[in-house]
């Protein structure tokens, strides 16, 4: 159990549009990921749905239920929040059962839902010791256990990995992932981090400046972006954009992605100079400023002996075009 | 090796001058005491000198003690300054609170309002202070005297905490709402035991001047039955003769409960620094 609707979702802060009308369907079960770059009121909508904030406009509705005026509490969610929002004097078991105690639950049910929490995130041994005494990936798996024993309709994260070091980000992020998988739970996850938004989401919603630009899968996204600005802020490296003069086409712009490009010493499409290469042992980023098509970012699978200054040829794979018109929207040519 | 030992002349050097600020800063409490025990002679011929066994006395503590009620005046300054501190904590906080959590019309002129009573002294206001408590029955009461200190406390203390409330995480106020408790739960038990230090700050400066203040005393509540420990001392200084013996006992006896409000306190200071936080 656990289904959302946003239905045209304005929040104003004095005269300032944060979000301007989000219509947004997350079905139970589903993991939904909010991506876009800062500012684009991805974490205004994520405090919108828990109640952390008043919409101007709009409803919010969990399981059909409007929810606009209903306590965050009693809304049936768990957030877990980027700074882990640990209550820094009670240790570890208090804090995942505050919530629990607030609402009035026997004292035995809240020990073994404690119990079960703590066995699924590996912090048996911590239970007993206050926040300052753990390492950032512990604090945010406290943090999560107290969402987790809430057993809410909707998991809500506010850039959780953000805090922590890339290895444990890695770690953390499986381990969501696996969460995902044994709760069936229906989770909104909110993040700058295109990668986190890839490996996680069953379905990404990307912001841009308060609007909704576009809803996918992580493929259909990367295959299918719908505007120039999904389809740079999805991929990386970004996808290179060619003039569409330049490239002798009908389109205003046309897309390529980095991995859609072939190099070759001997003959090619556009002829181009190296600038910088970087080897990153499975892939190879080169980076090339080309006379006919401006500055290209080439990503090659496997190890390759390009150095800079030398000369190329590059030729788009065909079928990797992304043609967008005049307003940014993508061309559908029936490919 | 002239690394340690430039640190070791520079921590030298800073424990020479706190040394000597200690020194310049007892000096007073030390003669105090000191002459307290002395008969009155000796505190006249040698006033540095430490007693001896000829010039022990405790004549002094003997005055203080027979003459008047010097235990109840005691009670009285401590239970006029343990409620004022309990009252300015109190609503000095909740009134931070709201001032830093919730955005509402008017909150910074509000502020303002409220800190305008560092900057005006309350003795301004003593004959109106006076014409109330008047009209309202209380002179010669302690509640008047609570009533003021609260009020004297109350600007200096919304100013300090509102200012440290604001550094308390949003995240974590959030997550207290998530999991249902009270705008009253997050307040004492979320926010309160995270600015500890700075309550501990507030009651320290709150607390000196109401102890040792005169002037409400001896105009609100003069009455035998509610003096204060500075307003009875005051009968040993006479226009023509002061019974300095008493004087000086008195004060000593007046050091030592504030000496002990102010350990407590400053435990607190400690502890509070050493809270784990967010993150």
Not at chain 1, 78 to 83: H, L, P, R
Not at chain 1, 166 to 176: C, D, K, P, S, Y
Not at chain 1, 299 to 308: P, S
Not at chain 2, 209 to 227: G, H, R
Request: aromatic share 8%; charged share 20%.
């Amino acid at each position: 159990m656990g289904s959302l609707q946003l239905q045209s979702i304005r929040k104003s802060y004095g005269g300032h549009e944060v979000l301007k009308g989000i219509d947004l369907e997350v079905k139970d079960g589903e993991f939904v990921i909010f991506v876009g770059p800062s500012g684009c009121g991805k974490s205004t909508l994520l405090r919108t749905i828990a109640g952390l904030e008043d919409a101007t406009s709009g409803s919010v509705q969990i399981d059909g239920v409007e929810v606009g005026h209903v306590a965050p509490a009693k809304r049936g969610i768990a957030m877990v929040f980027q700074s882990y929002a640990l209550y820094p004097h009670l240790t570890v078991k208090d804090n995942i059962s505050l919530g629990l105690k607030q609402a009035g639950v026997p004292k035995p049910e809240i020990d073994d839902k404690v119990r079960k929490a703590a066995g699924m995130l590996s912090l048996d041994p911590y239970l007993a010791r206050r926040p300052a005494e753990l390492s950032g990936g512990q604090r945010q798996r406290v943090a999560i256990g107290r969402a987790i024993v809430r057993e809410p309709k909707l998991f809500l994260f506010d850039e959780p990995l953000s805090n922590l070091d890339a290895a444990l980000r890695v770690n953390t992020r499986l381990e969501i992932a696996r969460l995902h998988r044994s709760l069936k739970a229906t989770m909104i996850y909110v993040t700058h981090d295109q990668v986190e938004a890839m490996t996680l989401a069953d379905k990404i919603v990307v912001l841009n400046g308060g609007r909704i630009e576009q809803v996918g899968s992580p493929m259909e996204l990367y295959n299918r972006p719908a505007n120039l600005f999904v389809a740079g802020f999805i991929g990386s490296p970004q996808m290179n954009f060619i003039d569409g003069e330049k490239f002798g086409d009908s389109a205003k712009t046309v897309g390529i992605r980095p991995e859609h490009i072939g190099l070759s010493r001997d003959g090619g499409k556009w002829k181009a100079k190296v600038i910088h290469v970087e080897h990153l042992g499975a892939d190879t980023i080169v980076y090339l400023e080309s006379d006919d098509v401006g500055p290209l970012t080439v990503r090659l699978f496997g190890e390759h002996r390009y150095a800079a200054d030398d000369v190329v040829h590059a030729t788009p794979v065909i079928g990797g075009l992304h043609r967008f018109d005049a307003d940014g929207r993508v061309i559908n040519s029936g490919q | 090796m002239s690394k340690a030992r430039t640190s070791f002349a520079r921590t030298g050097a800073v424990h020479v001058a706190l040394i000597a600020y200690t020194l310049v800063a007892l000096f007073p409490v030390f003669l105090t005491i000191a002459n307290s025990f002395k008969s009155r002679n000796a505190i006249f011929r040698e006033p540095l000198a430490i007693p001896t066994p000829e010039t022990f006395s405790l004549i002094g503590y003997e005055t203080v003690l027979k003459q008047g009620d010097f235990i109840g005046y005691f009670q009285n300054s401590v239970v006029v300054t343990v409620v004022s501190i309990a009252l300015v904590l109190l609503f000095g906080a909740m009134a931070a609170f709201a001032l830093s959590e919730y955005r509402f019309r008017g909150n910074t002129l509000m502020g303002l309002y409220l800190a305008l009573g560092i900057m005006i002294p309350i003795r301004l206001g003593t004959v109106a202070i006076l014409q109330g408590m008047v009209a309202t029955n209380l002179v010669n009461t302690l509640t008047a005297l609570i009533l003021v200190y609260t009020a004297q406390g109350l600007p200096l203390a919304v100013f300090i905490l509102s200012e440290f409330m604001r550094t308390v995480s949003d995240d974590l106020k959030n997550a207290g709402r998530i999991d249902g408790l009270s705008e009253y739960a997050i307040f004492f038990r979320l926010v309160l035991p995270l600015i500890r230090p700075a309550m501990a700050t507030v009651a320290v400066f709150t607390m000196i001047p109401i102890w040792n203040d005169l002037w409400f005393p001896l105009i609100l509540a003069p009455a035998e039955t509610t003096k204060t420990v500075t307003l009875g001392s005051q009968i040993f200084i006479g226009q023509f003769v002061t019974n300095w013996n008493a004087v000086l006992s008195a004060l000593s006896l007046a050091i030592f409960p504030v000496l002990v409000l102010y350990v407590i306190f400053s435990r607190q200071l400690i502890r509070g620094i050493t809270a784990g936080a967010v993150k």
